[in-house]
């Protein structure tokens, strides 16, 4: 347009727009409307329908045990902790964990979620653990309905759950290639572990105490979550039965566990474990005896329980060798490094592997 033309149409009161230049205002209009996100129905673990967004960047979990899965499978989407990090978890997890933000979560008796801070978060959606589909569980999730974010379940019942659970989360987060490939570890470890016990007669099983608390005197029965480890390793748990509830932790007597009398006993407290060999009370316990008292390896999140996670996985391993070093020759220092640079994308050098295993 010649200046001459332009002048002339101002002096007219209005500038006549090139017709080239209303198109590109409309697109530029057009871009600055947010458009709808892509989103996509998946059924969750406990078969409910859920829509969450095509692409995932950011996810939470309302409980450690799925705050722990979503790390194995991409610490870069995790958008908050259940609780503020102790030095372990600093020393063995990747930088961008360690500045995640608190959300607090269902993490034992007595926590709860921070609603305050999940909402500035704003994740794509959430991950529920879901120990049994009970009253508990469904009173929880009407709790949330008001929460904008979609809630995704995932099944962690057992340490059998775990391959699935892995792919699960990596399908759904886009990563499918890396839930296949933590999937296959899993399912190789949890069937060797169950192919070599099978081949342990009945009598040559190890009678096992978990003792938990400063004392040592609170365990967990045999069906409990959180001692499933002992029979899957070749052990027997000397403390049978139900568990009273998801907590655990139950109170025995000394004169009970000595009636028990355990080859071995695992210890979750070093505290109590700095002290078990010279307290004259457990002096008389063939474990104490013998010098089979372990110290479970809790860096970066416990290998055997509370809360349970995939290093569990590891766990299994640990516990095989310690309870039948004949039938399970394994060279711990070497799948803990291995383990570590897969699960928690991790280098340890030798020196930091014997630190872990031997705390």
Sequence with gaps: ????????????????????????????????????????????????????????SKVVAVSPPGTYLLYAIDPKILAGLNFPLWEGEKNYTVPEYRQLPVI??????????????????????????????????????????????????????????????????????????????????????????????????????????????????????????????????GGVNVHMGEELDHYGMEKISMEQLLLYDPEVILVKEKTFFDTVFTDPRWKNLRAVREKRVYLIPYEPFNWFDRPPSFMRLLGIKWLLGLLHPDRFPVDMVAETRAFYKLFLGVELNEAQAMEVLNR
């Design 104 to 233: 607090g979560g269902l993490a034992g008796q007595g926590r709860t979620i921070n609603r305050e801070v999940l909402l500035q978060v704003k994740p794509d959606f959430m991950v529920h653990w879901v120990w049994k589909e009970d009253a508990t569980n469904q009173k929880f999730l009407e709790s949330m309905e008001s929460m904008p974010f979609p809630m995704v379940s995932i099944h962690l019942g057992s340490i059998s759950e775990y391959p699935e659970a892995l792919r699960f989360i990596g399908d759904i987060t886009n990563r499918k290639e890396r839930g296949e490939e933590l999937y296959h570890y899993a399912r190789i470890v949890l069937d060797q572990a169950k192919t070599m016990v099978d081949q342990i007669p009945e009598d040559k099983k190890v009678r096992v105490y978990y003792a938990e608390g400063t004392d040592g005197l609170s365990t967990e029965p045999g069906k409990s979550i959180h001692a499933e480890l002992i029979p899957l390793a």
């Design 1 to 56: 347009m010649s200046k001459a033309l332009w002048l002339s149409s101002l002096a007219g009161g209005k500038a006549k727009q090139p017709a080239c230049i209303l198109p590109l205002m409309l697109l530029a209009t057009l871009l600055l409307v947010p458009l709808p996100a892509q989103t996509r129905e998946i059924i969750d673990m406990s078969g409910r329908k859920v829509t969450i967004p095509d692409v995932v």
